[in-house]
T-cell receptor, first 114, second 114 residues
């Protein structure tokens, strides 16, 4: 597609349920990032994928969070046993392999945990 | 270590007057610097970027920024504010040495008075 696609755009779930968020980056963007943005806050780094290299998971807040990416395609972020503090917008961004390049963001997945 | 500081959490200007959003950075190496804009319930959109070429960078919608190495600043300006400029603005540092360690400022909310 022409841009970064994220789904679902909105997700309301009950505390304790698992959720899966999907990101489909721009073709050719070998780098992929996940960020969390709580209401009125800045962006919090979660995880970084670059091609087939081992991902940088240093931003994942707990072992309830995990993410996968197969090659240079779709990525999924999974949150197990959701808590109310997980409520946030989860943003995905892609980039070419060049460290000087810009990030291309999706519109985010808004997660609300009741 | 890298860091970025947006000096104002909120800036309010009248329509038609100049805009100044301030950003200071700290980086061990020559970084790439970016300004992104986020409208409500949207993802982040690139306004402009500095990648060691010209120090005065022109972006979209009449915005520009000047890289001043001696002051470690990358302030965003626009000569005349428009109502549609009301949004959240993020200054971003991307160190060349580490693709995953992109640092986002805490954001500046720009309000435009009619």
């Amino acid at each position: 597609g022409a841009g970064v696609s994220q789904s679902p755009s909105n997700k309301v779930t009950e505390k304790g349920k698992d959720v899966e968020l999907r990101c489909d980056p721009i073709s050719g963007h070998t780098a992929l990032y996940w960020y969390r943005q709580r209401l009125g806050q800045g962006l919090e780094f979660l995880i970084y994928f670059q091609g087939n290299s081992a991902p940088d998971k240093s931003g994942l807040p707990s072992d309830r969070f995990s993410a996968e990416r197969t090659g240079e395609s779709v990525s999924t972020l999974t949150i197990q046993r959701t808590q109310q503090e997980d409520s946030a917008v989860y943003l995905c961004a892609g980039r070419t392999g060049v460290n000087t390049g810009e990030l291309f963001f999706g519109e985010g997945s808004r997660l609300t945990v009741l | 270590a890298q860091s970025v500081t947006q000096l104002d959490s909120h800036v309010s200007v009248s329509e038609g007057t100049p805009v100044l959003l301030r950003c200071n950075y700290s980086s061990s190496y020559s970084p790439s610097l970016f300004w992104y804009v986020q409208h409500p319930n949207k993802g982040l959109q690139l306004l402009l970027k500095y990648t060691s070429a010209a120090t005065l960078v022109k972006g979209i919608n009449g915005f520009e920024a000047e890289f001043k190495k001696s002051e470690t600043s990358f302030h965003l300006t626009k000569p005349s504010a428009h109502m549609s400029d009301a949004a959240e603005y993020f200054c971003v540092v991307s160190p060349y040495s580490s693709a995953s360690k992109i640092i986002f400022g805490s954001g500046t909310r720009l309000s435009i008075r009619p």
